[in-house]
């Protein structure tokens, strides 16, 4: 079965100008409106991960890396302001609580901040925060990526804050971190609670996750993830997670600080379960 996920582009011209759109015209223009700027859309659920992956094209085309690089580009250059998944931003949009997460996290450690950004692309996160976070003079951000992206961005964007690794491991053998990111990353892995549990073991001293997929089941459910032709013709294998399944793996050494939901709609509903964005903040147990 498909699913067409409402969700409205996140680029949008300016607060005036949605808050008029959304007093002045009737419901059903406005959700045309959002079916129309949709990005992505759902398949499933497949029996397993091995099964929707071989529906879906997965991470290996060039093409986006590409897209990748040629958004970074443009933002390292001031053509724009923000990239997130290889589209142009010209205002940032922040994720607050990862903001007040980040500063926490720097103010429990005497302004110290390192971050291991896993999944963190080419640096969209550190660019989208470091407003905020360059007035501490000991911030390093280490983004972990698959291989290819990891050797673009220590080619091109790599400086004395913003560094790039291949695994975690590489990582820790040259890095301390005390918070690991996690945005919109568990989602796309074959075993994200082996990840989890890899993390808890050398045990950061805060775990925060943002804009992951959660519904109120009782079990993770894995569907493709098609993405829009006018971003980059893809697909991926996808988690939607169990809310109380994600939320018991990340609580097992780590005590929840903040849940938050980046959104306040919930991006589509299937049969009764409402699936919507998930966030986390969590300090590890004392021990």
């Known amino acids: 079965m498909n699913i067409s996920a409402d969700v409205m582009s996140q680029n949008r011209t300016s607060p005036s100008w949605k808050s008029r759109l959304s007093q002045?015209?009737?419901?059903?223009?406005?959700?045309?409106?959002?079916?129309?700027?949709?990005?992505?859309?759902w398949e499933g659920p497949f029996s397993s991960w091995e099964d929707a992956s071989a529906h879906a094209t997965g991470y290996s085309d060039p093409r986006i890396l590409e897209r990748l690089l040629e958004s970074a580009r443009a933002v390292s250059t001031g053509a724009a302001t923000y990239e997130r998944d290889g589209v142009l931003f010209h205002r940032t949009e922040y994720s607050w609580p990862v903001v007040a997460g980040l500063m926490k996290a720097a103010a429990t450690d005497r302004k110290a901040l390192s971050v291991m950004d896993i999944g963190g692309s080419l640096g969209t996160s550190y660019v989208q925060n470091r407003r905020f976070l360059e007035d501490y003079k000991r911030l390093r951000?280490?983004?972990?990526?698959?291989?290819?992206?990891?050797?673009?961005?220590?080619?091109?964007?790599?400086?004395?804050?913003?560094?790039f690794y291949d695994s975690i491991e590489a990582c820790l053998k040259k890095e301390r971190p005390n918070?690991?990111?996690l945005s919109s990353v568990l989602s796309y892995l074959a075993d994200p609670y082996a990840l989890i549990r890899r993390i808890q073991e050398f045990g950061p001293a805060w775990i925060i996750v943002d804009l992951t997929l959660v519904h109120d089941g009782d079990k993770d459910k894995v569907m493709v993830q098609h993405v829009a032709k006018s971003i980059y013709e893809a697909s991926y294998p996808c988690w939607l997670f169990s809310y109380d399944a994600l939320d018991s793996a990340l609580r097992r050494s780590y005590?929840?600080?903040?849940?938050?939901?980046?959104?306040?709609?919930?991006?589509?509903?299937?049969?009764?379960?409402?699936?919507?964005?998930?966030?986390?903040?969590?300090?590890?147990?004392?021990?």
């Open 24 to 41: 002045w015209l009737p419901p059903v223009i406005l959700l045309r409106y959002r079916r129309w700027r949709t990005k992505f859309r």
């Open 141 to 163: 951000w280490s983004v972990v990526e698959q291989p290819h992206i990891a050797q673009a961005g220590k080619a091109e964007f790599e400086d004395g804050r913003l560094h």
């Open 255 to 287: 005590t929840l600080v903040e849940a938050f939901e980046p959104f306040t709609d919930p991006v589509f509903s299937f049969g009764v379960q409402s699936l919507r964005f998930q966030g986390f903040i969590l300090r590890r147990s004392s021990r």
């Open 179 to 181: 918070v690991v990111l």
